[in-house]
């Protein structure tokens, strides 16, 4: 019947999101290197790469030197309320660009954290396993979530810079 | 209408429900469809009382149903389980070595929230919403209002906190969502008659002395409504629910009944189901913890009494470092930094401990043996 056909050919195009549930944020079936990207390129552009990125799921990520500072922007942070756990992934962890790599608990939900770009977690923000709330109160500073490495800069490009960041917020909330 | 129809029927609204990428002619064809009602809101209930399989079913629904512009309903029951909130702790939300005892699983949810007791006596409702619709006083507000009208001189109120108290003082309904890619889900209990003795026995704590900054549980004295409308009928109560749900969101949706686990239906639930069971979800997703507790050790021949103190550092519900404090005069240092030193590594869990132990305990004899043994059944006792 067709619509079963529909079903079932749209749901293949779900692997991508299936296998983000299915399995736990550590095992990754990407082969990626945890190398980062020292290009040229990479070097003439530090200057603009130092600036806020944002995406459509409200993170921002700062890239500086090849590793990128991931959080949430204050839009997403006063639409949580407050945050009362961080769960956050391992350091090693492989992120695919918009892999689900930890949830934010607050009064609200848990509300899933979408991964900006592909690349290797190497640091998390120990603060907040006691002080959840800096997620709330300096939401781009001392609330940041994780560091990771950078396998594809390229997808940078893919990302909103401040002003576009800031029209999609009035977009959405018409 | 027969089965068969209708669950081409449920079919048919899935796979349009399931529409997100769609080409111009597509969403053109299908567009009376979109505005047809019936297809702005499902009401249906799970077959199955399997927690894991339920859970697996919301994971599902929440992955690749289309939700903008649109609503579902999911009524659904499990045999008797503990379920713990998303960044909770086992071991301090409920009673492991109890449920083990009675065959009573544990499950992790992908929600937040705190730790419930499940049984077919209590209803699950999952209200599944885009973001932007995402509104759990609304939600809430279908429940009440649906007891209201069943029995107009009841007592109920949701509070600030998503409860809903009876008589402004007990609780019939705890609440917890999350907030995934492009859509949401709020889901509530609702304790008609469920058993309120195996209730309290299973939700204390496993295990003295943790400290952890997992997410606490806000414990509440509870009620059931049939103990305060004696002739509430589950069908009763259900049925009243699906046509609230309907008034409330301008539907007129039929209860439909699916089975969790067709995979010709929900392709890939069955792997999300696997991912619900496993150790590593419901155990290896606690919070880092410390864990810290005095151990009484006594002995017969000779009579001997005295404390040790035992204190573990647990990540990833595994035993990142133990350490062990016993008077040298009950055992000698050597013996108790070897039982200290076979559980690194090892997970939180009595029976992969005893396992551990066993390799110390067979070469020793004699009183040493005894002792060492009084020592690893106190640890044991105090792993859950």
């Known amino acids: 019947m067709a619509a079963c056909w529909l079903l079932r050919s749209l749901s293949s195009n779900f692997s991508t999101v299936l296998p983000l549930l299915a399995r736990s944020a550590s095992l990754s079936p990407l082969q990626l290197t945890s190398k980062p990207y020292f290009g040229r390129t990479l070097a003439s552009s530090s200057r603009l790469s130092a600036a806020l990125k944002f995406t459509d799921k409200h993170e921002w990520i700062r890239v500086e030197d090849g590793i990128g500072t991931v959080g949430i922007s204050n839009f997403a942070q006063e639409a949580l309320g407050d945050v009362v756990y961080c769960g956050l992934p391992e350091v090693g962890t492989q992120l695919a660009q918009q892999d689900e790599f930890g949830a934010l608990e607050s009064v609200k939900a848990a509300s899933e954290l979408y991964s900006p770009l592909t690349g290797e977690v190497v640091e998390i923000n120990t603060l907040l396993a006691d002080n959840p709330g800096l997620v709330n109160k300096s939401c781009y500073k001392d609330g940041w979530l994780m560091k990771m490495s950078i396998s594809k800069p390229a997808e940078l490009d893919s990302l909103m810079d401040e002003a576009a960041y800031e029209r999609y917020i009035h977009s959405i909330e018409d | ?384």
């Open chain 2, 1 to 384: 209408m027969s089965e068969s129809t209708m669950m081409s029927q449920v079919k048919k609204t899935f796979s349009l429900l399931n529409q997100r990428a769609c080409s111009w002619s597509c969403s053109r064809s299908s567009s009376s469809f979109f505005t047809d009602s019936d297809s702005a809101g499902l009401v249906l209930q799970s077959h199955s009382t399997d927690v894991y399989q339920n859970l697996a079913l919301e994971d599902w629904i929440d992955a690749n149903v289309e939700l903008q512009g649109r609503g579902i309903l999911l009524l659904w029951r499990n045999r008797p389980a503990v379920v713990i909130g998303r960044h909770q702790n086992p071991w301090t939300e409920c009673n492991l070595p109890v449920m083990r005892r009675a065959g009573i699983p544990l499950a992790r949810r992908r929600s937040g929230g705190g730790t419930v007791f499940h049984d077919l006596g209590n209803l699950n409702l999952t209200f599944f919403t885009s973001k932007k619709a995402y509104d759990r006083q609304r939600n809430l507000k279908v429940v009440t209002d649906a007891l209201r009208r069943l029995r107009p001189g009841l007592d109920v109120q949701a509070t600030d906190r998503f409860d809903i108290l009876l008589n402004g003082r007990y609780k019939i309904s705890g609440t917890a969502s999350r907030l995934s890619r492009k859509s949401s889900y709020h889901h509530c209990t609702l304790l008609h008659s469920a058993d309120r003795s195996a209730l309290s026995s299973v939700l204390r704590p496993s295990c003295p002395g943790i400290q952890s900054n997992a997410t606490p549980s806000v414990p509440s004295p509870v009620a059931n409504l049939l103990d305060h409308a004696p002739s509430l009928q589950w069908e009763e109560l259900l049925g009243a629910l699906v046509q609230q749900y309907n008034t409330e969101f301008g539907l007129h949706s039929a209860l439909t009944d699916i089975d969790p686990t067709n995979e010709s239906m929900f392709p890939g639930v069955g792997e999300m189901e696997v991912e619900l069971r496993s150790w590593d979800w419901t155990f290896g997703k606690t919070p880092k913890f410390t864990m810290e507790t005095q151990l009484e050790l006594t002995n017969e021949q000779p009579p001997a009494r005295c404390s040790a103190r035992l204190q573990m550092e647990v990540k990833n519900g595994q035993i990142e470092s133990c350490h062990l404090d016993v008077p040298v005069e009950w055992l000698p240092v050597r013996l108790s930094g070897e039982l200290s030193s076979v559980l690194i590594g090892e997970r939180f869990c009595p029976h992969r401990a005893a396992a551990a132990f066993s390799a110390v305990l067979r070469s020793e004899s004699g009183a040493t043996h005894r002792r060492l043994h009084r020592l690893c059944d106190a640890m044991l006792t105090v792993m859950g």
